[in-house]
């Protein structure tokens, strides 16, 4: 070997030293994706239970349950057919290997949404490389989208509800239309993008029943994009666009005629948006004809615009549902139904948007700077999805998920500019339209096709500085806001011992609903006796159960008469004082009995058992024994007394008589020996008598 060649070899050796390839880098962000979502893999895998993150979750394992119980899937139950039947049909399929009845559903549903973030994450990696050009924000955006909390913890491990079934649609839809306003080429890819733009929005037509939120900001974006294109000389990009809408409403129309899968109006919305983007489409062959600029087709839409709303308003189903959906917008009943600044101003922003949408929001007039100039629609799309749900995250915060892809991509492309800015890495490479085409490659400003060039030591510290400013802090927020989420021991011990008492005595539904706070409703009684379709029942009731004076207790239990079998009381420290005649302190402070003058105790709600830190206690709903006898002289009342023994906890219960003409009657809710007044009697009331509503007369 020559001396040359011993002097060239270090150097080629440190050159490939500092490369990475664009493969590992993504599977890296990926990965990053699914451990941000695991921090809750302890509290939902407990024992030999799959325990489900939060309330909602429970309905779509319930949904499972019911279709794997109904036969080879897609059998969906009547409760799946409208709403989010591509879903349930979806988690079945995945969970019928497992068979009915088995773990194999809570695993399913425990899972998916890892799985969808994970796919949501590659769709979002793969639409901010296509609209850029350059895989270092692609990996940007996949990483800040790993750590934007309000994105995380919808997709955490068992926080399996409709939400992260609708990113993957969502982010697949605008991967197909960027990737189709990118190509100038009739070719086989291009047909790919078509059918996957199809797929995609019938996908999301059919996955949620709120689905023309989603699929709506797609007028306006393509009523941007075509100001772009009748700019632009060559063939007609907007053409495949409208091919893949009209597909998709096809399809969807189709699946609903054939299962009666998704409200019509779900599905009228999609066949809107595929004759609104025709009509565009016409505008501008129309326009480019007659030789007219972008300003007459602006005119043109706007006219358009007027005449779609006009006619939306004059088909009833679809006029009804932007009417209930207004009304939906009103209600601040639930936590998710407040906007993202709601307790926290800015800061609250921070704590769900992550540090993803500090990028984003001074990258929005560049977008469409860039859209326009550049004649790059693409950016129009991307920009309209972050305006879009931006102002319905603002609302709501159940909507910062779905603005978290779209906030991601523009984030992605603030995160590489920033490091650019302080000299870290190479600046983006502005794309150009001559290179937009099938034969353009994607490339990294700081590598190649395939490689990904890595800095000096020095940089790569400085950098990892700055990305762990913006992963570290949605990472720490993601798992704070999981925390808060998961079941917890309380509610967990009280589940389970609930429902094993149920199992041992063979309990049917609905003698074994149990009523709690609505919010975990679902998961006491999916647990229980199987039955998670609804919580409406306890929203209506729980509140102003426990709330109301304690001597109304017998008019609740008439009211709860063959629909409610136990009762699951829980501490309340942080609404503080709390009147000790309400059925809330009678119960689960002094477990029914009488120690306060006003209240002569309860004697239909018997307690069963308490957590080890008394968090949560349990009472069933039973006839009660009742104690006759003759009272002691002089007596305006009598008191009964017994020691009762519960796992968890031991009290003494405590019922006042009345006396009438020397004799007394009270009727007692726990079994045990009773002590009446100051004489020396007692009496042995057992379970049996409780149950069947004995009478049970003691004698001087």
Do not use: C
């Not at 999805?385 to 159940?398: D, E, I, K, S």
């Amino acid at each position: 070997m020559s001396e040359a060649e011993r002097s060239d070899e270090p150097a080629d050796r440190a050159d490939q030293q500092r490369r990475i390839p664009v493969r590992t880098a993504l599977s890296i962000a990926l990965l990053l994706v699914i451990l941000v979502r695991l921090p809750t893999i302890q509290e939902v895998f407990r024992d030999d239970w799959v325990v489900l993150v939060s309330n909602d979750p429970y309905f779509y394992r319930y949904l499972v349950d019911q279709a794997l119980a109904n036969g080879p899937p897609p059998s969906l139950p009547d409760r799946a057919i409208r709403g989010e039947p591509l879903l349930a049909a979806t988690l079945s399929v995945a969970a019928w290997p497992f068979g009915a009845g088995t773990w194999g559903s809570g695993f399913v549903v425990a899972w998916y949404p890892v799985v969808a973030a994970v796919l949501t994450a590659a769709f979002v990696y793969g639409a901010a490389t296509r609209l850029t050009g350059d895989v270092r924000i692609g990996l940007a955006a996949a990483g800040l989208l790993a750590v934007t909390p309000a994105h995380a913890y919808r997709t955490a491990l068992g926080v399996a509800d409709h939400h992260a079934f609708d990113y993957v649609w969502l982010a697949l839809t605008a991967l197909a239309v960027i990737e189709l306003l990118a190509r100038s080429e009739r070719d086989r890819r291009t047909w790919l993008a078509m059918g996957t733009l199809a797929v995609a929005v019938a996908g999301q037509a059919l996955a949620w029943e709120a689905a023309p939120l989603l699929l709506v900001p797609l007028a306006p974006a393509l009523a941007l994009v075509a100001l772009v294109e009748i700019r632009r000389d060559g063939p007609e990009r907007l053409a495949p666009v409208v091919a893949g809408l009209a597909g998709g409403a096809a399809l969807a129309h189709l699946v609903h005629l054939l299962l009666g899968w998704q409200f019509e109006a779900v599905i009228y919305a999609l066949d809107l948006l595929a004759l609104g983007s025709l009509g565009v489409l016409a505008l501008v062959v129309a326009v480019r004809r007659a030789g007219g600029s972008w300003t007459w087709l602006a005119a043109a839409e706007v006219v358009l615009g007027i005449v779609a709303v006009v006619v939306v308003r004059q088909v009833p189903a679809v006029a009804s549902e932007l009417e209930s959906g207004l009304e939906f917008f009103a209600s601040t009943e639930a936590a998710e139904l407040t906007g993202v600044g709601a307790n926290y101003g800015a800061a609250g922003v921070l704590v769900i948007l992550g540090f993803a949408s500090v990028l984003a929001a001074p990258i929005l007039p560049f977008a469409a700077k860039w859209g326009w100039q550049r004649l790059e629609p693409g950016w129009f799309v991307v920009g309209v999805y972050t305006v879009h749900f931006g102002v319905l995250a603002t609302l709501q915060r159940r909507f910062a998920g779905e603005l978290a892809p779209f906030a991601a991509i523009m984030g992605g492309v603030g995160f590489v500019m920033l490091a650019s800015w302080f000299d870290l890495v190479r600046p983006p490479v502005p794309r150009r339209d001559s290179r937009d085409d099938a034969t353009a490659p994607t490339v990294a400003a700081d590598g190649g096709d395939d490689d990904l060039v890595v800095p000096d030591r020095t940089r790569v510290a400085l950098l990892a500085g700055l990305a762990g400013v913006a992963v570290g802090s949605g990472s720490l927020y993601a798992a704070l806001i999981d925390r808060r989420l998961v079941i917890d021991d309380a509610t967990y011990e009280a589940a389970r011992w609930i429902t094993e008492y149920v199992d041992e005595r063979n309990i049917p539904y609905p003698e074994s609903y149990v009523l709690s706070k609505w919010g975990r409703n679902r998961v006491y009684n999916y647990f229980v006796n199987g039955e998670a379709a609804s919580y409406g029942y306890a929203q209506r009731t729980y509140e102003d159960f426990l709330f109301s004076n304690a001597n109304s207790a017998d008019e609740w239990y008439e009211e709860f008469a063959g629909r409610v079998g136990f009762v699951v009381t829980r501490d309340l420290p942080h609404l503080g004082l709390i009147s000790s005649s309400t059925i809330q302190s009678t119960l689960h402070d002094r477990f029914g009995s009488a120690e306060i003058s006003d209240i002569s105790g309860v004697r239909h709600f018997r307690a069963l058992f308490a957590t080890e830190d008394g968090r949560r206690k349990v009472f069933r709903l039973v006839a009660g024994a009742t104690i006759r006898g003759p009272a002691p002289e002089d007596r305006d009342q009598v008191r009964l007394v017994a020691e009762v023994s519960i796992p968890g906890d031991d009290f003494e219960y405590v019922r006042r008589a009345p006396v009438a003409d020397g004799t007394f009657e009270v009727t007692v809710a726990n079994p045990g020996t009773y002590r009446i007044g100051a004489e020396d009697w007692t009496v042995e009331i057992t379970e049996r008598m409780i149950q069947s509503g004995d009478t049970v007369t003691v004698e001087n």
